[in-house]
Nanobody, 128 residues
Framework: QVQLVESGGGLVQAGGSLRLSCAAS?????????RGWFRQPPGKEREFVAA????????YYSSSVKGRFTISRDVAKNTMYLQMNNLKPEDTAVYYC????????????????????WGQGTQVTVSS
């Protein structure tokens, strides 16, 4: 079983920055190749934010965060990060890290149904 522990959320003013972390345990880094971040704004469905290929480090972003957010990884620590800069009020949401079981990569990396394990979620609130 894979456990994901998130940290780093909080309250920040518009234009500020936050860094989220997601530490995985229960499986080795090599067994969990596809990882990502999703968010769920108040009253809305969960949406894709960013994804990363654990082996090669390739990254993918939603159009709403590209250029402001950066997804990265520390393979040795089995930990994924989301650096969020120039935050906007519309970024307010509960942020979830997600991991796809297995060592293969799915081209549908933006779909919530492609991920098998989820973190507990961390609140990010951006004030105007």
């Amino acid at each position: 079983q894979v456990q994901l522990v998130e940290s780093g959320g909080g309250l920040v003013q518009a234009g500020g920055s936050l860094r989220l972390s997601c530490a995985a345990s229960g499986r080795s880094s090599a067994e969990l190749q596809q990882r990502g971040w999703f968010r769920q704004p108040p009253g809305k469905e969960r949406e894709f934010v960013a994804a990363i290929s654990w082996r090669g480090g390739s990254t993918y972003y939603s159009s709403s965060v590209k250029g402001r957010f950066t997804i990265s990884r520390d393979v040795a620590k089995n930990t994924m990060y989301l650096q969020m800069n120039n935050l906007k009020p519309e970024d307010t949401a509960v942020y979830y890290c997600a991991v796809k079981g297995g060592s293969s990569w799915s081209v549908n990396y933006g779909s919530v149904t492609r991920y098998d394990y989820w973190g507990q979620g961390t609140q990010v609130t951006v004030s105007s």
